[in-house]
């Protein structure tokens, strides 16, 4: 039952991050034009325009918070629960992201300046998979599953793993 939570948890995180940094970069895209959008991302308010500061920061943040946890935060944890925790956020990701990409590229073409950002979930993915700092996120944790060569339990440990971690 453990090892479902890891897994739950590593989905969780994926997807908090994509659609949390596809919500904050609407927003700071409307502020950046005097714009308030709602969680439909539809039009609700005019402000004085803004460089969204605070969605920035938020961004910032909420990812680092994202990294340290997948990195360090599950660092003392078992070898099964760090790859099934960290592997289960890059799948997520993943498919975020491809998902992302290829509902901008399908849509593309309809696309032009009076159309506007996607309404609702879709255009939260469009944006959040499509942000960089998501993939910096994914990346890192890749980077960090690579490094401490997480393989599945029980298989033959290398050579470059330390004794603590063969035991």
Do not use: C
Request: avoid cysteine.
């Amino acid at each position: 039952m453990k090892n479902v939570a890891w897994v739950i948890a590593g989905i969780a995180a994926g997807v908090i991050l994509v659609f949390g940094v596809g919500i904050l970069t609407i927003q700071r895209i409307g502020l950046k034009g005097g714009a308030v959008f709602d969680l439909h991302n539809e039009l609700v308010a005019a402000t004085e325009p803004g460089p969204g500061l605070l969605q920035l920061l938020a961004i910032a943040v909420g990812s680092a918070l994202v990294a340290f946890g997948l990195t360090v935060g599950v660092g003392s944890r078992s070898r099964l629960a760090r790859l099934l925790v960290r592997g289960s956020f890059a799948a997520t990701t993943t498919l975020l992201i491809a998902t992302s990409l290829s509902l901008l590229a399908g849509d593309y073409t309809l696309k032009s300046l009076t159309t506007g950002i996607t309404p609702g979930w879709n255009g939260w993915i469009e944006e959040g998979g499509s942000n960089s700092v998501v993939h910096l996120v994914l990346l890192v944790v890749i980077a960090v599953m690579w490094m401490r060569r997480e393989t599945v339990p029980g298989s033959t440990p290398s050579e470059t793993e330390t004794a603590e971690d063969a035991a």
